[in-house]
C-alpha cells in the first residue's frame, strides 16, 4: 500500500517523503508524442521500393507483359476476371478488359506489339489491341451441355515469333493454335492425358513442344498437328512438367518437374542428351539467357533455391538461396543479371556470373506470381497474390 493520502474522489496525492530517489531528465530524453507513428510511417516507407503501384485489380494478379515494342505498355491479369492495359508513369491512362467470365491466367504481347493475348480458365482466348479493343475471341474446349460451365480452361498463351498465331495449353489435355487475324482455328493437339501446363513455338516458328501433367514432352509438327517427338519414361522426369525453355537455335528445350530435376531434350532428335540434378524439391520456373556471352540458364524451386547453370558443362554455376520459394524468374535484357520473384513477396537481383545477391526489392506483402520487363529494360513490372502490380527501376542492371 503507498503511504500517500487519498482523496474523496479517489486520487492519491505522493508527499515529498515517499520519495525515494530523484533523477533529473532532459527535454531530449523524453519521447514525442508522434514519435511512435513517425517510426512506423519510415517502417512502412522502407518496406517498399517501388516507383508506382497498380491497384485496378480487385483480386490476386496472376499474369504481367510488357509490350516488346512500347516501354511504357504494360498488361496485368488476374483472379478478378479482368485484365487491364496500363502505361508506367502514366497513372490517368488504363484500359479495361473484361471479356473473361473466369480467371486470367495468362498474358502474351505478339511479337510486333500490335496484339495482346489473354487466357483465361473460361477455356477462351481473348486478343485485344493496344487500346484495349477486342478484335476476336478464341474459343478452345467446349461448353459441357450439363453444367454450361467450361470444364476446363487455359493455362498459358505464346504467340508465334513471327506471326499473328496463338497457342494455348488447356487443362483437358489438348493445345490449340489460331490464326489471331482470321479468328480461326488452325490445329488442336491431341495427344496428352493431362493438362498441358507448359508449352511454346521454337524460335524459327517451325515447331512447337508442350510439356504436361502426364510426365511427358511432346514435339509437334504445327502444319500438320502430328506429334513428332514423345519423350517419357526412363530417363526422363517421374512427375508432372511445371515449365519448359527453348534455345535461341531451336535444337534444345529444357523442362522443370516436380521431380526436381531439369532435363535437356534435343528438339531434332528427340533424346534426352543431359541431366541437371541440383534442386531438391519441385522447380517452378525457367528461363535461358538471351545473351550469347553468358550459355546459362537459371532455375527456381520450392526448395528456395535459384540455380544458375552453365549449359557448356551441364553443372551448376552458382545456387542462390532464398527466404522462401522461387515462383517465377527473368533475365534482364542481354545482361548477366536474373531477377526472381519469390513466395514471400521479395523481387531478388542476381548476378549470374559471380553468383552474388545485388538487390532486394520489397513492397509486394504476398507471394509474387509474374515478371517482366520493359522493352527498354529500365523497368521490372511484377504481379503478386496481394492483388497490386508494381514497377522497379532496374535501369543500373542493363
Not at 473466369?102 to 493475348?117: K, Y
Request: proline content about 3%; glycine content about 10%.
Amino acid at each position: 500500500m503507498m503511504d500517500g493520502d487519498m482523496s474523496d474522489d479517489g486520487e492519491i496525492y505522493i508527499h515529498d517523503a515517499d520519495t525515494i530517489h530523484e533523477i533529473t531528465l532532459d527535454d531530449e530524453d523524453l519521447p514525442d508524442v508522434n514519435d511512435e507513428d513517425d517510426e512506423q510511417a519510415d517502417f512502412d516507407e522502407d518496406l517498399d521500393d517501388s516507383m508506382h503501384t497498380f491497384t485496378g485489380h480487385t483480386s490476386e494478379l496472376y499474369a504481367v507483359a510488357c509490350s516488346p515494342t512500347d516501354p511504357l505498355l504494360v498488361a496485368t491479369g488476374g483472379g478478378d476476371d479482368r485484365g487491364f492495359l496500363w502505361k508506367i508513369g502514366q497513372g490517368d491512362w488504363a484500359a479495361e478488359m473484361g471479356g473473361h467470365k473466369d480467371t486470367v491466367t495468362s498474358l502474351a504481347f505478339s511479337s510486333d506489339g500490335q496484339f495482346l493475348a489473354s487466357g483465361g480458365l473460361d477455356s477462351v482466348v481473348n486478343v485485344w489491341d493496344t487500346s484495349g479493343n477486342r478484335k476476336c475471341t478464341l474459343e478452345g474446349p467446349a461448353v459441357s451441355e450439363q453444367t454450361e460451365e467450361h470444364a476446363d480452361g487455359f493455362e498459358w498463351v505464346r504467340w508465334h515469333p513471327r506471326g499473328h498465331l496463338v497457342l494455348a495449353g488447356s487443362n483437358d489435355g489438348t493445345a490449340w493454335m489460331w490464326n489471331a487475324d482470321r479468328g480461326a482455328v488452325l490445329q488442336v493437339f491431341l495427344g496428352h492425358s493431362k493438362p498441358v501446363t507448359c508449352g511454346d513455338f521454337t524460335p524459327d516458328g517451325k515447331t512447337i513442344c508442350t510439356g504436361s501433367d502426364d510426365m511427358s514432352l511432346r514435339i509437334w509438327n504445327p502444319r500438320t498437328g502430328e506429334s513428332v517427338y514423345v519423350i517419357k519414361g526412363h530417363p526422363y522426369h517421374t512427375a508432372r512438367l511445371n515449365c519448359l525453355a527453348i534455345s535461341s537455335d531451336s535444337t534444345l528445350v529444357l523442362t522443370g518437374s516436380e521431380d526436381g530435376s531439369v532435363k535437356i531434350v534435343n528438339i531434332v532428335t528427340g533424346k534426352v542428351v543431359s541431366t541437371l540434378s541440383r534442386h531438391t524439391d519441385s522447380v517452378s520456373c525457367i528461363a535461358l539467357s538471351r545473351s550469347s556471352s553468358f550459355p546459362w540458364a537459371a532455375t527456381g524451386g520450392r526448395d528456395q533455391q535459384l540455380v544458375i547453370w552453365d549449359l557448356e558443362r551441364s553443372d551448376a554455376r552458382n545456387i542462390c538461396n532464398h527466404e522462401s520459394e522461387v515462383t517465377c524468374l527473368t533475365w534482364i535484357g542481354m545482361s548477366r543479371y536474373v531477377a526472381a520473384g519469390c513466395g514471400d513477396g521479395d523481387v531478388v537481383i542476381w548476378d549470374g556470373r559471380s553468383g552474388d545477391k545485388v538487390k532486394t526489392f520489397k513492397g509486394h506483402s504476398s507471394c509474387v506470381q509474374s515478371l517482366a520487363v520493359s522493352s527498354n529494360h529500365d523497368f521490372l513490372v511484377t504481379a503478386s497474390d496481394d492483388g497490386t502490380a508494381r514497377i522497379f527501376e532496374i535501369g543500373e542492371f542493363k
